[in-house]
């Protein structure tokens, strides 16, 4: 294709490295300039991961890219998150009143 241009059914192997071991590995074909691939990470696979593309357009040519996979805030996380905040804004208005009440 030209530069610019999208290039056309390429070949491709997606992988996915975590702590120096291949954790996922498929090979797919990009019809139009792009294609996605899905995974979804156990909540055990955290910490810093590459993605590699392998053997682009069936050249040997790769690229990766390294990206950090946090562990999702459940909902009893955001729970006690929100009654923590709510603790403390009641003991803030509850100090602020006292001080306006002895001045």
């Known amino acids: 294709g030209k530069t610019g241009e999208p290039l056309r059914n390429s070949d ?4 996915i490295i ?3 071991k291949e954790i996922h590995r498929i090979t797919g074909t990009a019809q ?3 294609e996605f691939e899905r995974y979804e990470f156990a909540e055990d696979q955290t910490g ?3 993605i590699r593309f392998e053997n682009i357009r069936n050249t040997g040519q790769e ?3 390294g990206i950090v996979i946090a ?5 009893i996380a955001i729970v006690i998150l929100f009654s923590a905040l709510f603790v403390v804004v009641l ?3 509850n100090c602020l009143s006292k001080n306006l009440i002895s001045n």
């Open 71 to 75: 562990p999702e805030f459940g909902v």
């Open 91 to 93: 003991a803030s208005k």
């Open 48 to 50: 810093p991961t590459i």
């Open 63 to 65: 690229t990766e890219f």
């Open 12 to 15: 491709y192997t997606f992988v």
């Open 18 to 20: 975590q702590n120096g």
């Open 32 to 34: 139009v300039g792009g």
